[in-house]
């Protein structure tokens, strides 16, 4: 059954730090892409942080380069997205997304996935 589990939301200060996890199923760790969305209300959900699992690589979106880090452990099958330096437009909700094999191009695209979690509320503050 493939499962992906989000934790670690919650509200925080600006210039605050966050770490979420990501609890994925045996099935679903062997994607090749994982991602971490956000949709804030009324817009788009959009491409936060990929990555790569086969080799490690990673991708992010320009509006959080520098400050959220993902990264992934491989015997606790868990993705992770250290955010770092948050500010209120930060606040959304936040996905964990596995892919179905390989997501090609579409690493921090909705349509380079297939599996959703349900999802952990990040509220920054001023």
């Known amino acids: 059954q493939v499962q992906l589990v989000e934790s670690g939301g919650g509200s925080v200060q600006a210039g605050g730090s966050l770490r979420l996890s990501c609890a994925t199923s045996a099935y679903t760790y062997s994607s090749n892409c994982m991602g971490w969305f956000r949709q804030a209300p009324g817009k788009e959900r959009e491409g936060v942080a990929g990555i790569y699992t086969r080799v490690g690589s990673t991708y992010y979106a320009d509006s959080v380069k520098g400050r959220f880090t993902i990264s992934q452990d491989n015997a606790k099958k868990t993705v992770y997205l250290q955010m770092n330096s948050l500010k209120p437009e930060d606040t959304a909700m936040y996905y964990c997304?596995?892919?179905?094999?390989?997501?090609?191009?579409?690493?921090?695209?909705?349509?380079?996935?297939?599996?959703w979690g349900q999802g952990t509320q990040v509220t920054v503050s001023s």
């Open positions: 997304a596995a892919s179905a094999g390989y997501c090609s191009d579409y690493v921090l695209h909705v349509n380079g996935y297939k599996y």
